[in-house]
Structures are given as C-alpha cells and as structure tokens.
C-alpha cells in the first residue's frame, strides 16, 4: 500500500501523517507542491493538516492552485482515494472536490483538545472498521472548523449518507464545538472516494500519548 | 487605475466576527446607534489596463476564481482613478 502525503509551505503535520501510516505497515512518500505530478502508484493520496501558505486569504484558497493540484484533480476524477485532514479538509472545499466551504469557528477561538465524534456512516472506505453510532475521542486543533452548506446541500448530505462525523458528548448525544452546520465534523463525496475531516486521526495512534482511535479509522484504508 | 474589493459573507451565512464585534460595541455604550455590524475584508489591486470595463471584467474573474468564496461570500468591486 502506498500513501502519498502533499506538503505545501506551512504545512505541519506531514510527518504525523507518515508516522501514522508507516505503523500501520503503509509505504509513505511526501510529496512537494511544486511537483507537477503524484507517485503513479499512489493508492492513498492524503491532504495533511496544517496552514499551507500561512491561510492568507482563507484557509486553503491558495493551496488549491499549487501546481500538484491539477495532478490531485485528475486523481480524483479518475476515482483515487483522497484524505483531506484539518487544513487538507478546508483545501478539500476549496477546490470544489467537497461541497460547503469553512468559516472561522463560532467562539472566534482557536480550539485545541481531545474531542469525542460519533461516527454516522461507516459504509465508506474511510470508517468501515468501526460501528454506526460508536464514539471516538480523537484531537481537533483548528480555528477555521465552522463547516457551513446551505440548506439544499445539507439535505443532499444527509440523502448520499454523506455526512461521516459528527462532534458529541460522552453519551453519544450531537453537540455544538464550533458551529458547524448540523454539527459535522466530517463528510464524503457522493462517489464515496474523497474523505474530509477537521479533527486529527493521526494524532491519535498511540495510548501513551492520549489516545489510540485513529489507528481504527486509518486502518481503513489498508483493507 | 485601482480595483477595490470588498469581500464580506453573504447575507444569511451566520457572522459570528460581526456578532462578537456589535456585542463589544454595545458593551462600550454604542447600543443605542448601532443596528448590526458586518466584517469582510478589502482587497485592493493596482492594475495597469486604463480602460475601466475590461478592468472590471477580469477583476470579477478574480473574484470568482480566488478572492471571494462564493459558497459563503459575496463580493463589490469599485474602480477608481
């Protein structure tokens, strides 16, 4: 299996995502921005967190014309596996490869902490070891999480199942974090190819260091 | 001849900047004068063209393409001198 990680400038969490993948026994290539094309044998293409180009103007609006993206557009059409995490979710928007855009979280705070999800579909790639309606507690780390669709495409979410994620409490019930709409924390295309999540599987691999619920979701692709 | 673009979130895309900041007014004894606020940002281009419609016109291109998120954001351009 091989995983291709992108790095744009600003990019930050690159090397948690090789990490990552490397336990899980995946081959992993980062791949620079200005590379005109992505590994021909890439079978996971992952947009890892971070503040590409220092989220001038919004987050992710200039990473989305790097040179590599034409590349990542192709990948994409041609039915490649893409992760978006945290800032590659918002690059995710940006490019139009996922509905809805981000604004900046409702409490205008930069979030950081351990938060619970409730998975809602898990007929995906991305979630199929783990069960409908269970809990993970993995890390979110963003200012720009305020996911926002309008009410046409939120209804077309939800008829696609394409909403995956949703921020709750320890008793499973949906909660406000940031003011996402319906309080999504991640979603898929209607093709079911391309995975966007603000919160940080990656971060989440091993016990010692607070928590190991991501290794489930990532293991996913490995299948 | 500059291009200046005022990009802000559309009307009905919920702006919490704006609420936090019409809150801080009220608080500082705007309440009474102040009916609501709204945040969005200004971008303004140099531009070489001298003939004022084609300017616009790739300056709309502009914001269509990079400048303004047009799921959550509206945009006004103004050209002047």
Known sequence: MKVSVLQFPGTNCEYDTQYAFEQLGADVEIVWHKEKNIPSDTDLLVIPGGFSYGDYLRSGAIARFANIMDSVQEYAANGGKILGICNGFQILLEAGLLPGAMKRNDSLHFISKFHNLKVIDNNNTFLSLLKKDELINIPVAHHDGNYFIDVKGLAELEANNQILLKYCDDNGTTENLNGSVSNIAGICNKERNIFGLMPHPERAMEELLGGNDGVRMLKGFLQ | ?81
């Open chain 2, 1 to 81: 001849m500059k291009a200046i673009v005022n990009v802000a979130l559309k009307q009905g895309v919920l702006d919490d900047q704006g609420k936090a900041t019409h809150h801080a007014l009220d608080t500082l004894g705007f309440k009474e004068v102040v009916k609501d606020v709204r945040i969005g940002k200004q971008i303004i281009i140099e531009l070489n063209s001298s003939d004022e419609a084609l300017a616009k016109e790739e300056v709309i291109k502009m914001c269509e393409k990079l400048l303004a998120n047009t799921v959550i954001e509206d945009y006004d351009i103004e050209i002047v001198g």
